[in-house]
């Protein structure tokens, strides 16, 4: 690749004309559930991250060609999307393509896919840092072997019992599993029907984005544990706010069509779903918004949106995996991942 000045730096997990939708004049209302605090942000300078797509090819050249990808994706998307807004359209054809590409990169490209990657990884490293202190026959070869380095077995099991697992992963590895997964994700949601929902402008109610403004619902309980759910499971339903008056829903059961939301409780769960997709920032066009509490009552109170939810965005695994103490090394360390430097390290007890 040809030197240049305008290499693209700071990269957008979020595109900025998908945030300037809930702007206004270019200033969108942040809720940081991380440091608990709420302000007014330009959408140029929310939800970047420096050279989150750069990889390296050989060093020390860098190279911005997923970034490159990324915004002809957010192009050809755009004025699909547009079109959505103001004619109430369902698109078909070339323009379902570009918008089901277009989806399919939200829900790959930020923080939160790359940290439930990153967990993953480290669920199966201290699974088997766990197994290896079992009394199975092979966990106790492999202890067998800190004799080689003067340590009973006892002793390099607690060794191995008092270590936390780390992980860290290139970014190499993040933009393969993305362009791996970027075309089967745009397939499945080709094959799901898809359903525009809008808000009267007169109604006080409003739609909020996020940093990952992707929300995976089920319409029934999870009937396994784990990984039992994904994108072939017939009771999943998928939301994408693209305004704050509209609201895209994928599903497998429903009518295509354009369906009007009067119901305040209805928009209030839409945000809530949002809320628990985020991993950190949500983003509203005025800081009056509303959300659906657990108990199915209404409320508009970011304090207790940071009562009920920062903790667990902070520090709380994103993946439900049945392995005990993960640490969660990135929740509030994006930069780990763009798989450079080292993570923190855990504090000791």
Partial sequence: MKKGKNKPKRHHIVPVWLLRNFAINDTVWVTDLHEKKSYACSVKNILCISDFYTISAVEPVRDYRIEQLLSSIESDAKPVVDSIRN????????????????????????????QGMLEVFESTLQWFRDFTITDTSLGSSILKKAEKYNLTQEQA????????????LPREHYIGIFLD?????TYILN??????????????????TCDHPFAMEYVAPNPTPA???????????????????TCLSFDYNSEPGIIPLSNPKSIAGINASIVIATSRYIIS??????????????SSSTEELFGLFSETKRESPQIDIATSNRPVTARSQWNVLKGKGKPRQPEKA
């Fill in 181 to 185: 997964l970027l075309p089967r994700i």
């Fill in 227 to 245: 990984y039992g759910r994904g994108f072939i499971d017939k009771d999943l339903f998928i939301l994408v706010p693209i305004s704050p008056l």
């Fill in 191 to 208: 094959k799901m029907k898809l359903q525009i929902m809008f808000i009267n402008p007169s109604s006080k109610y409003r739609f909020v």
């Fill in 157 to 168: 099991r607690k060794i191995i019992l008092d270590s936390k697992v780390v992980a860290n």
């Fill in 87 to 114: 004619k109430m359209r369902i698109p078909e054809g070339t323009e379902r393509k570009a918008l089901n590409i277009f989806l399919a990169s939200l829900h790959l490209r930020g923080p939160h896919f790359r």
């Fill in 285 to 298: 066009k005025t800081s009056d918004y509303v959300w659906l509490r657990p108990d199915w009552s209404l």
